[in-house]
């Protein structure tokens, strides 16, 4: 079984920071991107940000320059900071990763089980 297992949602003041974790466990033989995402209650959910398999990043432009994306070598744990965090950032935060499982070919997306950030104003 892989379990992506995400933290450190709460509940902060308007400029406020937070800063999440997603740790993947399992039978991982590699992780090849990992990305966090959101969804606000009604809304779709969006990418927030994403660390590809060359460890290039993308962001949504409603995030750039507050919010950085990391990862150790392997990409089972990463992190999520977000500063200057706003009252449109609330939403439940899902990590997300494309990895393979041990003895299994095809790459396969998986999610975590998310936390809830509020930013309040």
């Known amino acids: 079984q892989v379990q992506l297992v995400e933290s450190g949602g709460g509940l902060v003041e308007t400029g406020g920071s937070l800063r999440l974790s997603c740790v993947i466990s399992g039978s991982i033989f590699s992780v090849e991107a990992m990305a966090w995402y959101r969804q606000a209650p009604g809304k779709q959910r969006e990418l927030v940000a994403e660390l590809n398999s060359d460890s290039s990043t993308n962001y949504a432009e409603s995030v750039k320059g507050r919010f950085t994306i990391t990862g150790d070598p392997a990409k089972t744990t990463g992190n999520l900071q977000m500063n200057s965090l706003k009252p449109e950032d609330t939403g439940v935060y899902y990590c997300?990763?494309?990895?393979?499982?041990?003895?299994?070919?095809?790459?396969?997306?998986?999610w975590g089980q998310g936390t809830q950030v509020t930013a309040s104003s």
């Open positions: 997300g990763a494309t990895l393979k499982v041990t003895g299994a070919s095809p790459s396969m997306f998986y």
